[in-house]
């Protein structure tokens, strides 16, 4: 049969299905409508006689086909559908991960537990490439004899392993690892939290949770909900939302001040007759041209409102006031005004003075405690400066029978004692009522205080004991803060740096230490001792500390004159061991050199020099020529070269290296052992004395195996030079210098 007869046929047959349908569906109807009408007739007429069972019986079973056709059809399964996508095998893994899981719950909807039936619905749900590619699968299995895949877990591994790269799980992980909030709502932000968490299948406790979804918010709701500690997600999620809304209101507090006020539409006369007096009269308040003409019209700054903190402080946005009163509500708002051409006498045409605006009571003050000691380098004496000037009040008591140190400063909003000083003396520890925040110079570094104690001290004849928050700090035990001065009445007394007050009737006054002195005068100008004397002085003392001297080639004669004698002496008797510059020649052919052996069949290399800046190549070729006098490298015409860089020193001057990288790679590593630091240790086991001996150029000591010269070769903007002594970066170089050393000290060790 043709395909388009078929596909007639099949048209034809559901076309008859569906009129059946109708009239089976009317039929219903119809025996419904018949059977709603007996139950009504038989409540009506109670009181008649029933008929004999035989014939009710008889009725019953009557019943024509159409009527048990009806009843089967009534039987049947009425249950809602349940639609499975379609995969098409695109590179969305998300979207093969979920049409896996819409099979799973449709099986389990439908009842379905046969794994050839599971297979064989969900290759009708593939599409395109999907549909493709598994049956070449099932293609490629015919062909080599084995069975068609008819297992559901094997038809899901192979599908993973088709459209689910191998790193997703990893790739997930980091996702959730770096998980931040930043532009994100909190909604949007815990949405992509729980999606991550459940696609990478990571599983942690519920701590672990809530602390990685706490870390990933932004700070300003970090701090709002560390204060109440959740213990769930959804805890911690109705927080965050609660601290989102706080600060959106806050914010929109600061932009409402921040934006233009509202002006009228009337005429530009009416526009220009509104004019506030403080922008008339008030000189203060108005900015004049610089050119000369009228004064500035422009909006005052507003100082209500504190840059650095972001913090609302209560002020009007237009008179700049603590009147109680926002913008909007400002008497001197235009705006305000009942008529339009109204104008607004100045402060001299209503003959009197304005009334003291009342001030708020109840400002917020939601910013934390900033606590700041100002750390300078001591003055010079010279500048005669008194030292109380820039000190705070520090001096110290006893508490538990311990002296500690104390600090009066009144910058402090607390009292505060330290964790060491309460660990240690064993103080009773109490629930702060109202925990805070400290904040210290750097923004984002906070201290939640939470804890509390009575701590009892006593300086000289003065006893008290106050109530101090617990809090890590290093400047002293205890810090007497503002609350300590206003329940004492203490009187601060600026130039001297003392307190004044009255405890139990009796007046005290506390004073502070004085400055200790950091700098030792000597009464000898010459410490030099000899030997001789330097040993007994270890016998007496067990550890001492000497200063060697060392003649500096740059000191003249007039400059050495100018030490002392002893000095003298005894740079003059060692003026031949130590020097400054080696001699303008290679070292002496020792039986240790250094050797370079490459791989047999290597290519050489031979890279282009680095680009540098005209700076740098002048102190290049400066450096190169130095080498070149001192007969420490010579002029090659090599197939090796290696460009060449410059690494800072300490000193602020540049070393000229070799990017020996390449020629590395081809040499023959040596296995002579270097030391190591444990065994040196172990040598130095029990000794007394220890000396330090560096070398002059070390490296430069030792020359290179006559013949491997033309492998050190490098390259400049200039040419190529090879060295004829061991240069920094070699393989191999440490080995030769240590073996060179173990050479030398042989007979000292």
């Known amino acids: 049969m043709p395909p388009w007869r078929a596909i007639q046929v099949a048209q034809a047959a559901q076309l008859a299905l569906a009129e059946d349908i109708r009239n089976l569906t009317a039929r219903l109807r119809d025996l419904e409508e018949a059977q709603r009408r007996g139950i009504e007739m038989a409540e009506v007429s109670d009181g008649e006689q029933e008929p004999p069972e035989e014939e009710l019986t008889a009725e019953v079973e009557e019943e024509t086909p159409e009527e048990r056709l009806i009843r089967a059809i009534m039987k049947v399964n009425t249950k809602p559908k349940m639609e499975v996508p379609m995969y098409e095998g695109n590179l969305n893994v998300e979207e093969l991960i979920d049409w896996i899981k819409a099979l799973d719950k449709y099986f389990d909807f439908e009842g379905i537990v046969e794994d050839d039936r599971k297979v064989k619905f969900s290759m009708t749900r593939l599409h395109k490439h999907a549909a493709l590619w598994w049956d070449g699968v099932q293609e490629e299995r015919k062909r080599k004899g084995k069975a068609k895949i008819k297992s559901w877990d094997r038809m899901v591994a192979k599908m993973k392993g088709k459209f689910i790269p191998r790193d997703y799980e990893v790739n997930l992980f980091k996702k959730l690892q770096n998980l931040r909030q930043k532009e994100l709502s909190v909604k949007e932000y815990t949405e992509e939290f729980y999606r991550l968490t459940i696609r990478s299948g990571h599983i942690e406790e519920d701590l672990e949770k809530v602390a990685r979804y706490i870390n990933g918010l932004r700070f300003n709701i970090q701090d709002e909900i560390s204060l109440?500690?959740?213990?769930?997600?959804?805890?911690?999620?109705?927080?965050?939302?609660?601290?989102?809304?706080?600060?959106?209101?806050?914010?929109?507090?600061?932009?409402?001040?921040?934006?233009?006020?509202?002006?009228?539409?009337?005429?530009?006369?009416?526009?220009?007759?509104?004019?506030?007096?403080?922008?008339?009269?008030?000189?203060?308040?108005?900015?004049?041209?610089?050119?000369?003409?009228?004064?500035?019209?422009?909006?005052?700054?507003?100082?209500?409102?504190?840059?650095?903190?972001?913090?609302?402080?209560?002020?009007?946005?237009?008179?700049?006031?603590?009147?109680?009163?926002?913008?909007?509500?400002?008497?001197?708002?235009?705006?305000?005004?009942?008529?339009?051409?109204?104008y607004i006498a100045s402060n001299e045409e209503q003959g009197g003075e304005l009334d003291v605006a009342p001030k708020l009571e109840n400002i917020p003050e939601d910013g934390e405690s900033l606590l700041m000691k100002r750390v300078l380098l001591k003055p010079n004496k010279e500048a005669m400066e008194p030292p109380q000037r820039k000190s705070l009040f520090r001096t110290r008591c006893k508490s538990k029978g311990k002296c500690c140190k104390v600090v009066i400063d009144s910058g402090s909003t607390d009292n505060l004692?330290?964790?060491?000083?309460?660990?240690?003396?064993?103080?009773?520890?109490?629930?702060?009522?109202?925990?805070?925040?400290?904040?210290?110079?750097?923004?984002?570094?906070?201290?939640?205080?939470?804890?509390?104690?009575?701590?009892?001290?006593?300086?000289?004849?003065?006893?008290?004991?106050?109530?101090?928050?617990?809090?890590?700090?290093?400047?002293?035990?205890i810090l007497l803060g503002r609350p300590w001065q206003f329940d004492n009445k203490a009187i601060h007394d600026g130039r001297k740096n003392t307190y004044t007050f009255k405890k139990d009737g009796v007046e005290h006054t506390l004073i502070p230490l004085k400055e200790e002195n950091d700098t030792a005068e000597s009464s000898s100008k010459v410490m030099m001792v000899s030997g001789k004397e330097f040993l007994q002085s270890m016998k007496k003392e067990e550890v001492s500390f000497a200063v060697i001297g060392k003649l500096k080639s740059v000191v003249t004669n007039t400059q050495l004159s100018d030490l002392p004698l002893e000095v003298q002496e005894m740079l003059n008797e060692y003026v031949d061991i130590v020097v400054d510059e080696l001699p303008n020649e290679l070292p002496p052919v020792r039986s240790i050199s250094h050797h370079i052996d490459l791989i047999p069949g290597a290519s050489l290399p031979n890279k282009a020099a680095y680009r540098m800046t005209p700076r740098e190549n002048e102190e290049i070729k400066q450096q190169v020529q130095e080498l070149l006098d001192k007969g420490l490298i010579r002029e090659s015409l090599s197939p090796c070269a290696v460009p060449t860089v410059l690494s800072p020193k300490k000193d602020g001057t540049w070393r000229m290296c070799t990017d020996s990288r390449t020629i590395n790679k081809i040499t023959i590593r040596y296995r002579f052992p270097l030391p190591r630091i444990d065994d040196l240790l172990d040598c130095l086991s029990g000794s007394v004395y220890f000396s330090k001996i560096d070398l002059k150029s070390g490296y430069h000591q030792i020359r290179i195996r006559e013949g491997d010269e033309w492998k050190t070769t490098f390259k400049t903007n200039d040419g190529l030079y090879e060295w004829l002594v061991m240069p920094f970066g070699l393989t191999n170089a440490p080995s030769t210098f240590m073996r060179l050393m173990n050479e030398v000290l042989k007979s000292f060790t």
């Open 417 to 477: 004692v330290s964790v060491e000083m309460v660990e240690k003396l064993g103080l009773k520890r109490e629930p702060h009522p109202t925990p805070y925040k400290v904040s210290w110079l750097q923004k984002g570094h906070q201290l939640l205080v939470n804890e509390q104690c009575k701590v009892e001290f006593q300086i000289g004849a003065y006893k008290d004991q106050v109530m101090c928050d617990i809090m890590p700090m290093d400047v002293c035990h």
């Open 228 to 342: 109440l500690t959740p213990k769930t997600i959804e805890e911690a999620y109705q927080i965050a939302l609660k601290a989102e809304e706080k600060i959106a209101r806050r914010q929109n507090t600061v932009s409402r001040g921040r934006g233009r006020s509202f002006r009228g539409r009337g005429a530009p006369s009416d526009r220009r007759q509104l004019q506030t007096s403080a922008e008339e009269g008030s000189s203060s308040s108005s900015t004049q041209n610089t050119r000369g003409g009228s004064p500035f019209r422009g909006r005052r700054p507003y100082q209500g409102y504190q840059r650095g903190r972001g913090r609302f402080l209560g002020k009007c946005f237009r008179c700049n006031k603590y009147a109680g009163h926002r913008s909007y509500e400002c008497p001197e708002n235009p705006q305000n005004s009942h008529g339009k051409n109204m």
